[in-house]
């Protein structure tokens, strides 16, 4: 198994960045990708970008050129760096990891909000 645990979430002011983190632990060196979701109030869970083991990654078009995702494949690590944040981010963020056939975990989530 897989265990995630995210962190970096926090208030911020419209325009500003935060840098969320995501540390995988446990058989993390069975994952293939790894990718960021978010869920706002009162809305489904949606993905916000993915990154594969070898660092293909795809964006939602709502943060592209705003959000970049990286990975630390040596230390089993996935990175948000969120720039020109909006209020329409404020959301709970959430790591994903998948490996095997079929199998995924979740991370607990980290609450981002953007508000002045």
């Known amino acids: 198994q897989v265990q995630l645990v995210e962190s970096g979430g926090g208030l911020v002011q419209p325009g500003g960045s935060l840098r969320l983190a995501c540390a995988a632990s446990?058989?993390?060196?069975?994952?293939?990708?790894m990718g960021w979701y978010r869920q706002a109030s009162g809305k489904e869970r949606e993905l916000v970008a993915t990154?594969?083991?070898?660092?293909?990654?795809n964006y939602v078009d709502s943060v592209k050129g705003r959000f970049t995702i990286s990975r630390d494949n040596a230390n089993y690590t996935v990175f948000l760096q969120m720039n020109s944040l909006k209020p329409e981010d404020t959301a709970v963020y959430f790591c994903?990891?998948?490996?095997?056939?079929?199998?995924?975990?979740w991370g607990q989530g980290t609450q981002v909000t953007v508000s002045s």
């Open positions: 990154i594969t083991r070898v660092g293909t990654a």
């Open positions: 994903n990891a998948k490996y095997g056939v079929g199998f995924q975990s």
């Open positions: 446990g058989s993390a060196f069975v994952i293939n990708a």
